[in-house]
């Protein structure tokens, strides 16, 4: 993931198309590997199809810059309506649910943890969806090769691509980890019980339950 983050800030910079659809192939091979990765043939398939759809951007020349504007708008719209989705009635919020793998059902079922999870869930979906609706709008604004100049609109107000950059493969992956950070350091104050391990730890035990924190369990 952090190559593809480092990859799309490099495409964005240069608007360059060659980086560009590397990019997007990149992050299409990250998508289809949880779903093809487990197979026997999955690995070489995803790498396949990935470097397809390279060929295919670049034969598309400008198209690829302009499809570049996507991903940040459409990764975090897609956790927000993970988060928002699991908090739907008769589901378990996400963050609780993540708990129960990781701590067990007794540490999850206590009125105080679910309380707590429940409104974290919250204001990750929240958090989420704006940052999704920030970079939709930085999108449309963006010149060149936005999404409206997309299109053949000029935008009423142009924004700088490498301003658009700065923020879309930059500062806007930064906010949710500023925001992991700042809730890892809070919630020992704020959760009777809870411990804060390091975050190395979290990630490692976020990779290992991540194949059961995919389903939606009612």
């Known amino acids: 993931m952090l190559a593809w983050v480092g990859l799309a800030h490099w495409a964005g910079h240069y ?6 659809a590397a990019a997007l192939a990149m992050l299409s091979g990250l998508i289809l590997w949880p779903w093809l990765g487990q197979y026997r043939f999955g690995g070489i398939l995803a790498a396949c199809l990935a470097a397809l759809l390279a060929g295919i951007l670049v034969l598309l020349g400008p198209a690829a810059a302009v499809l570049m504007t996507l991903p940040p708008v ?5 956790l927000a309506l993970g988060f928002a989705g699991s908090l739907r009635c008769g589901r378990q919020a996400l963050i609780t649910r993540f708990v129960r793998i990781s701590e067990g059902p007794e540490r999850a079922e206590q009125a105080e943890v679910v309380r707590y999870t429940r409104r974290l ?3 990750w979906a929240l958090l989420l969806g704006v940052l999704a609706l920030v970079a939709l709008v930085l999108a449309l604004l963006a010149v060149p ?4 100049q997309g299109f053949g ?8 691509r490498t301003v658009w950059n700065a923020w879309a493969n930059g500062y806007a992956y930064a906010v949710p980890g500023l925001a992991f950070l700042l809730e890892w350091w809070l919630r020992p104050h704020l959760l009777s019980g809870a411990t804060s391990p390091p975050p190395w730890d979290f990630a490692r035990a976020l990779w290992r339950h991540w194949p059961e924190l995919r389903g939606t369990p009612r």
Do not use: C, Y
């Open 15 to 20: 608007d360059n198309r060659w980086l560009s």
């Open 74 to 78: 459409l990764i975090p719209a897609a």
């Open 121 to 123: 869930t919250v204001l």
């Open 145 to 148: 090769n936005g999404l409206l």
């Open 153 to 160: 609109w000029m935008p009423p107000w142009p924004l700088s």
